[in-house]
């Protein structure tokens, strides 16, 4: 995120689609003409398993919310495979999205490290390189550094929160969302029972697609296709991730495509 940002603002309720670095440029160049807005084996037979013990969590895996030495709210996800997404927003104001942080790590007794991060700005910065490094106690906290490629760094500070164990639940998340993206335009993303999803910015970009339940821990599957058009993005499809804050009723959701080039983000409340 370039988390330290004090001179350069960079990572909500708001929708960003980056339409590639070639095309783009950056983030706010996308802004513009695209729709940004970011089995088990036998032997128990039929055992009653709640008297089992669980395995202890030994992983960064979950969902965390916090702050940034500089302001800045985050909220995001660890997933079971060291998938991470963290959105962030701009300094001081935690209703504007300012970008997404994505990458894959991995754990090892208290330490995350990721080689592969991406910070997706859309405060003007474009699209970043850098590596992440954290320490972190399942459950508890998870604390990290990204070390930006252009010698930036940015910390952040965050909290486990419990809700990352409740089983995904679609009749929570079906509505109506709206958020305000960078340049001001207005978009709303609505979610029915069926598990479709649709979008459109008031610049006239469209997107469609599926939302459903994911694999694990409280958290969705998204897919989505560009409408073309207004769109900068054509009719490119994004995959990614979806996650719902039933405490202020937001709907936090990126995608990007395989090259990590193009992305969808979007942070909208319930309307």
């Known amino acids: 995120m370039s988390l330290t940002w004090p001179n350069t603002v960079r990572g909500l309720p708001a929708i960003c689609l980056l339409s590639g670095l070639v095309a783009c440029g950056s983030l706010a160049n996308c802004f513009n003409s695209g729709f940004v807005s970011v089995a088990c084996g036998g032997g128990y037979g039929n055992r009653d398993f709640s008297s089992l013990s669980q395995p202890a969590a030994t992983s960064a895996e979950g969902r965390w919310t916090g702050a940034t030495r500089t302001s800045r709210t985050v909220a995001g996800l660890v997933l079971h495979d060291g998938t991470y997404w963290v959105f962030y927003t701009a300094i001081g104001n935690p209703n504007l999205l300012a970008g997404l942080v994505q990458g894959t790590g991995t754990s090892h007794s208290g330490s995350f490290g990721s080689s592969n991060t991406r910070d997706f700005?859309?405060?003007?910065?474009?699209i970043l390189a850098a590596t992440m490094s954290g320490?972190?106690?399942?459950?508890?906290?998870?604390?990290?550094?990204?070390?930006?490629?252009?010698?930036?760094?940015?910390?952040?500070?965050?909290?486990?929160?419990?809700?990352y164990e409740s089983a995904p639940d679609m009749n929570l998340v079906v509505g109506?969302?709206?958020?305000?993206?960078?340049?001001?335009?207005?978009?709303?993303?609505?979610?029915?029972?069926?598990?479709?999803?649709?979008g459109h910015a008031s610049d006239g970009c469209t997107v469609a697609g599926t939302f459903a339940p994911h694999a694990k821990g409280?958290?969705?599957?998204?897919?989505?296709?560009?409408?073309?058009?207004a769109c900068r993005q054509g009719t490119e499809t994004v995959t990614g991730v979806a996650f719902y804050d039933a405490a202020t009723h937001r709907l936090y959701s990126a995608a990007l495509n395989s090259a990590r080039t193009t992305s969808f983000i979007f942070i909208g409340t319930k309307l």
Do not use: C, Q, W
Request: glycine share 14%; no cysteine; proline share 1%.
């Open 218 to 229: 409280n958290v969705f599957h998204t897919s989505m296709t560009f409408g073309g058009g």
């Open 135 to 163: 320490a972190y106690v399942p459950n508890k906290s998870f604390h990290g550094t990204i070390v930006y490629f252009n010698g930036d760094t940015g910390t952040f500070t965050s909290t486990y929160d419990a809700d």
């Open 176 to 198: 109506n969302y709206s958020g305000l993206r960078a340049d001001h335009h207005t978009v709303t993303v609505t979610v029915d029972s069926a598990g479709t999803l649709s």
């Open 121 to 126: 700005n859309v405060e003007g910065a474009g």
